[in-house]
């Protein structure tokens, strides 16, 4: 385990299919090589995609991932716990129907990256053992590293407040 410096990180990833290139609410190409101009807050004009959008979702080799109510503590929990057993503290965590958001120290840089992929492949292996088939999570992740003590407070209540979109919710106050 790394044991240099540690630090606070917001990480997201999405599951599979859950935002393409082309997608309607913005998008972003890799390393930006691309300038979009819209995003969800303020999206471009219907259509401006499409063409984008379809050649994305026939590359698919399986419709986007989608995960029922009773999936998301199945994955969640699993989640969390192998971040857990890598050595992450984890405040915060949900996992709604397209994506997670988890608050966690971790040692830096490549350590977040690398410990989310590695939730993604527990958690799935996890979901296969009660019978999930076929492609659960994208590629990569995000994490972005927490500036300051009201940043993590703005972003442990913004996770929680997924629980009103339905997300499966768990924070450090629930214990384990």
């Not at 101009?37 to 986007?64: R, V």
């Not at 500036?147 to 499966?168: C, K, M, P, S």
């Amino acid at each position: 385990m790394n044991t240099g410096e540690w630090h606070w990180f917001h990480c997201t990833t999405h599951t599979y299919g859950a935002w393409l290139y082309g997608d309607p609410r913005g998008f972003r190409t890799r390393h930006h090589r691309e300038h979009i101009e819209g995003d969800y807050k303020n999206p471009l004009p219907p259509g401006t995609y499409d063409k984008q959008l379809q050649q994305s979702h026939k590359l698919l080799k399986q419709p986007p991932v989608n995960l029922a109510p009773e999936w998301r503590p199945v994955f969640g929990m699993a989640f969390r716990d192998k971040l857990q057993q890598l050595g992450a503290q984890v405040l915060c965590f949900n996992l709604g129907n397209t994506h997670v958001h988890v608050l966690a120290k971790m040692p830096i840089e490549p350590v977040p990256r690398n410990w989310i992929g590695q939730a993604k492949m527990y958690s799935n292996m996890m979901g296969k053992k009660q019978g999930w088939t076929g492609k659960l999570w994208a590629v990569r992740c995000k994490a972005a590293r927490i500036r300051d003590r009201q940043h993590q407070l703005n972003t442990f209540q913004y996770i929680l407040d997924h629980v009103r979109e339905g997300a499966w919710i768990w924070d450090f106050r629930n214990g384990l």
